[in-house]
């Protein structure tokens, strides 16, 4: 099974961090880049609200992911991975205060990842 997103081991540790902070019910999405840029943004339930503009990726540290159906279009064809960088991020994120920001980084799928996920390989 190929997944569309994961999380590198630092990503995974902060993760299991804000649950022990915050509680066992984490949520993420991946900014379009506007307030925040285009970072994967971690929430608390009911901080957003998932809809039909949103598709679900998977999760990462039991936690699911999302990104606005716009920006997958543009991104299908990409794995994401997630990442951790010192500094301040999003102002939306609950990794903030901590002096660190969830980072997406991507590989572009092979031919046959693609396949198996049923996608369309993009034009040259």
Known sequence: MVDKVIATPAALELVAFLKIKHGPDLMFHQSGGCCDNSAANCYLPGEITMGAGDVYLGDIGGS?????????????????????????????????????????????????????????KPAA
């Open 64 to 120: 699911p992911f999302y990104i606005g159906i716009g920006q997958y279009e543009y991104w299908k064809h990409t794995q994401l991975i997630i990442d951790v960088i010192e500094g301040h991020g999003g102002t939306f994120s609950l990794e903030g205060p901590e002096g660190k920001a969830f980072h997406t980084r991507s590989r572009v799928f092979t031919d046959a990842e693609l396949a198996e996920l049923g996608i369309e």
